[in-house]
Nanobody
Framework: QVQLVESGGGLVQAGGSLRLSCTASATSFSVNAMGWYRQAPGKQRELVAT???????VYADSVRGRFTLSRDNAKNTVYLQMNSLKPEDTADYYCKAVVVLTTNPWRTRDYWGQGTQVTVSS
């Protein structure tokens, strides 16, 4: 069982900053990847940033250079520092963790946070 709790969303003016947090409950399962997605009104859900199973950090082109993904392993928490926010960043932001259930056979499961709203006014 993995539960993800998100916080840090809110209303900010263009050019401002927000810091999102996602804390995972304790689990004996291996977390293979963890990151943030967002969904704007009328749009498909899209990747924002994620730590991959290979040890890389991947950013969407639209946020690279403005957003920074970080983590605190002791607190089971990942953060998304969002700077230079633009109105097009307005969306519901969701934390996702990919958990390895078994390795033989290979089985994973995605866990999602409840979502936190980010609204950027112009």
């Amino acid at each position: 069982q993995v539960q993800l709790v998100e916080s840090g969303g809110g209303l900010v003016q263009a050019g401002g900053s927000l810091r999102l947090s996602c804390t995972a409950s304790a689990t004996s399962f291996s977390v293979n990847a963890m990151g943030w997605y967002r969904q704007a009104p009328g749009k498909q859900r899209e990747l924002v940033a994620t730590f991959t199973s290979g040890g890389y950090t991947v950013y969407a082109d639209s946020v690279r250079g403005r957003f920074t993904l970080s983590r605190d392993n002791a607190k089971n928490t990942v953060y998304l520092q969002m700077n230079s926010l633009k109105p097009e960043d307005t969306a519901d932001y969701y934390c996702k963790a990919v958990v390895v259930l078994t390795t033989n056979p290979w089985r994973t499961r995605d866990y999602w946070g409840q979502g936190t709203q980010v609204t950027v006014s112009s």
